[in-house]
């Protein structure tokens, strides 16, 4: 079913059902509110429901408390954190390439005679039977294991962003589940509590996915024999750009196993995960990515369940109003498990049967690109008479499955999944024009690289259940692997799995600090405490490994924008010792400063004169040699670099503080010169560690995103109110030709029209006012609340996008604003030239 016709029947939904909508989640002190998608909300029920944004690493994923992550139809969702329409899943961060439309959870299983499923979306009917309690209770819980993050901060959280969502499948309003049109009937229950943990990082081997952990609870008084749980995914891949392209026509999907081992060479991983990807990478026109090209790919990952034995079922199908094209792989019968007509095409499971017959059919699709192919050698039925337009990209959807499991009443079942991003899928623009040949599509699938997907994939695994601890110190730590040094002869053990026991842990650089900025006219002032940072003990070395800061600026929020300004790092060295026995240089724990080195080997010593194997120091008959550890950039004077604020604080007068309770000589500044005044920046500082040198980890920095603050190189409000300085517009004329998109002042995410993506900005405004725009004939244009009675580097500036108050791009001409506020009233000429 196209995505046009289903945006139409959810609006016709929204007008007959004329539900109440849905309260937003509330997340740790914050209220906020969310419309639901649909808008099914019977007038007396009042879920809170509501979403979050992981946006803590590069894949932005909404997650909700309903058994959904991805926006779907509510594309006008708020992020409640920014204010702005929530991504959905957006990777890499800041780059508005979309990977997912909508995906859902599903559950299902035999309860007395009957056998029911619940979804957190089907996909074709508007159904959502999972739904969190009304008020605090249901809101979504976050919170967050970084000390520098004072509000959300929690002893128990798991990760840098953890969101914690609970729901039950137990509400039967039809206002609220729909009616499934299939079964003809309303909602009936499995009877199921779901505790929803989802977990984020920004570590650079951690920044590509989302762990999902799940502790299911059976409520009902009647046991759940062979349960199942799925996940349905339906991707819609695009740039925001091209979003009117239909970015779900073309997406294909498929199931990858194992991998090669990167760090066991002849050896293959298992990663387990279902993927979903653009069919080429949508490259221009020239056959190259650019950076509206979705080349990268997405996919589900299994982490745990508890039964060792548990059956995976991947099934992908088209789904389409039109039954024709309603398609998806399908088995022929057996006396065992006989050939189920799905009654509505061969593709879209409806009703709760058809749903649960696919979740426990212990299928494996082959993959979409091999749809015109015949499989019926393999027990397939024959493919479709549209398998050539399936197989190069179409309107797909998968269901990853496991199980089953019985659960009595009051039982839990703990699973752990992850959804994970694998960068450079597509290698070359013009591999699918050049190679692509439904008949033949494995050609064209050896040209795609599964590598990173695969990596990431491990890494989630490696994250939950690290290898090699002993977690519950029963001797075992997990599987391992004999790796031999082909110039040594020695073995040395791999541990490539865990121990079974969840750890949720990795290694992680220190956490960075929160920043303040200063603005003023042409450069920003960026302050900092550094105490919890310099003070972070990582959780496998247990070591405070601080080495350093870095400073940088954006003009946008993609990874790759940030520049680096500065870096200062500890002025510390890497030891090394011979090991004559070993025959082999050893690497010292941690690096040593410049003060611990002349305690051991004299106030005179200099570890640069001693950098290699060729020339090393020589004391009682021990060698060692020595290399700095990073650029040993330590000095704090503030010549153009950071500067120390406090120099004369005394680190051991506990009372030294500032009025936050932070130890002044941990106080830092640094101004960044030189900006021009119209144009918004993004700043951050960064902290990174030494590396974790007992799993062979090196150095690891913070996101550049944790922290990042937006701000304007203009006076500050309290300068504005303080000087009373006059209100400024510029562009002013504003000129179409002007070319002020290009130079990155307007429509800088390229996402929207020229039209409506144009902007005049107001400066030197105060903290509160109201902005009116007239015509020349005395008509009002448009209205603007400016609001932060807060203040902040943003405070002084707003900006107008040309459009009236009746959503219409205003024409040439002469206009008058007026800017009015308790300092007074201003009045000034705008001119417009198109």
């Not at 509000?151 to 729901?167: G, L, M, W």
């Not at 090699?468 to 040094?485: I, N, Q």
């Not at 021990?622 to 406090?646: A, K």
């Not at 005049?760 to 903290?767: A, D, E, G, V």
């Amino acid at each position: 079913m196209k995505k046009v016709f289903l945006h139409l029947l959810a609006v016709i939904s929204l007008v007959i059902l004329s539900g109440a909508m849905v309260n937003g989640a509330t997340i740790f002190e914050r209220d906020s509110t969310s419309s639901h998608p649909w808008g099914k909300v019977a007038a007396n029920s009042s879920p809170s429901w509501g979403i979050e944004v992981h946006k803590i690493n590069n894949l932005w994923l909404a997650v909700s408390n309903g058994g959904t992550f991805g926006i779907g139809f509510a594309n006008s969702t708020i992020d409640p954190e920014t204010g702005r329409p929530a991504p959905s899943c957006e990777y890499p961060a800041g780059s508005d390439i979309t990977y997912l439309y909508i995906a859902s959870f599903w559950a299902g299983a035999v309860v007395g005679r009957d056998t029911l499923v619940s979804v957190g979306f089907d996909g074709n009917r508007f159904i959502q039977e999972f739904w969190p309690d009304a008020g605090h209770e249901g809101n979504i819980k976050r919170r967050t294991n970084m000390k520098t993050s004072i509000e959300e901060f929690h002893p128990d959280a798991v990760s840098e962003q953890d969101f914690i969502a609970v729901y039950t499948d137990t509400f039967t309003s039809t206002g609220l589940t729909g009616v499934d049109p299939y079964d003809n009937r309303a909602h009936l229950p499995l009877g199921i509590r779901v505790e929803q943990r989802t977990y984020g990082w920004s570590y650079d081997y951690a920044d590509d996915f989302i762990i999902f952990d799940f502790t299911i609870q059976n409520m009902n008084i009647f046991p759940l024999r062979e349960f199942y749980f799925g996940i349905y995914v339906d991707a819609d891949i695009y740039h925001q750009a091209n979003q009117a392209g239909g970015g779900w026509t073309d997406d294909i999907c498929g199931y990858l196993d194992v991998v090669p081992s990167k760090e066991t060479p002849g050896f293959m991983d298992t990663v387990r995960v279902a993927w979903t990807a653009d069919n080429d990478g949508d490259p221009n026109t020239n056959n190259v990515f650019d950076f509206t090209s979705p080349s990268s790919l997405t996919g589900t990952a299994v982490l745990r369940a508890p039964n060792p034995d548990m059956e995976y079922a991947f099934n992908w199908w088209v789904a389409n109003s039109n039954a024709s094209l309603d398609w998806g792989p399908r088995m022929g019968g057996t006396e065992e498990r006989p050939f189920r007509d799905f009654g509505t095409g061969m593709g879209s499971p409806n009703g709760d049967l058809n749903k649960y017959y696919v979740m426990s059919s212990r299928e494996f699709d082959y993959d979409q690109i091999e749809s015109a192919m015949i499989h019926t050698g393999d027990g397939w039925l024959g493919p479709s008479k549209q398998g050539t337009e399936f197989a190069d990209g179409y309107d797909a959807r998968y269901l990853f499955s496991f199980g089953p499991f019985d659960l009595l009443p009051g039982d839990t079942l703990p699973v752990t999944l992850a959804y994970v991003a694998g960068a450079d899928f597509h290698v070359n623009g013009s591999d699918f024009a050049n190679n692509w040949d439904p008949l033949n599509p494995y050609i064209f699938k050896d040209l795609l690289d599964f590598s990173e997907l695969g990596n990431n994939a491990k890494w989630a695994n490696w994250i939950f259940d690290n290898p090699g601890v002993d977690t519950d110190g029963d001797g075992d730590s997990g599987k391992v692997r004999w790796v031999v040094d082909s110039l040594l002869g020695d073995s040395t053990p791999f541990f490539y799995q865990g121990d079974g026991v969840p750890d949720f842990k990795g290694a992680s650089p220190p956490p960075p600090p929160r920043i303040y900025v200063t603005p003023e006219l042409g450069r920003l002032k960026v302050t900092w405490n550094g105490q919890i940072s310099e003070q972070n003990v990582d959780v496998f070395s247990d070591l405070m490994d601080f080495e350093g800061y870095r400073i940088y600026y954006s003009e946008g929020k993609r990874l790759t924008d940030y520049i680096l300004l500065w870096s200062y790092d500890l002025n510390n060295y890497n030891m090394y010792s011979w090991e004559p026995v070993k025959q082999r240089w050893h690497l010292s724990l941690m690096p040593l400063l410049v003060d611990s080195l002349a305690t051991l080997f004299g106030p005179e010593f200099d570890p640069d004169l001693y950098y290699s194997t060729d020339y090393t120091y020589e004391v009682n008959g021990e060698y060692y040699y020595f290399t700095r550890q990073n650029w040993n950039v330590s000095d704090l004077s503030g010549s153009g670099g950071i500067r120390r604020v406090y120099p004369e604080a005394d680190l051991s007068n506990q009372f030294d503080t500032t009025a936050e309770g932070f130890h002044r000589f941990y106080e830092y500044e640094y101004y960044i010169e030189n900006l021009p005044p119209s144009k918004p920046v993004y700043v951050s500082v960064t902290a990174f560690d030494f590396g974790s040198r007992k799993i062979g980890l090196s150095s690891l920095e913070s996101s550049p995103n944790l922290n990042s603050v937006e701000a304007y190189p203009l006076p500050s409000t309290e300068v504005v109110e303080e000087d009373a300085l006059e209100v400024q517009v510029y562009p002013n004329p504003y000129r179409i030709d002007g070319g002020y998109a290009a130079g990155g002042y307007e429509n800088r995410r390229q996402i929207l029209s020229a039209e409506r993506a144009r902007a005049i900005h107001f400066f030197n405004l105060p903290k509160i006012c109201t902005i009116r725009i007239y015509s020349i004939d005395g008509d009002l244009i448009q209205e603007i609340d400016h609001y932060q009675p807060e203040g902040g580097p943003k405070a002084q500036h707003e900006s107008w996008n040309m459009i009236s108050r009746n959503t219409q791009a205003v024409v040439t001409g002469i206009y008058f604003y007026h800017v009015e506020s308790e300092m007074g009233e201003q009045l000034g000429k705008i001119v417009i030239i198109k």
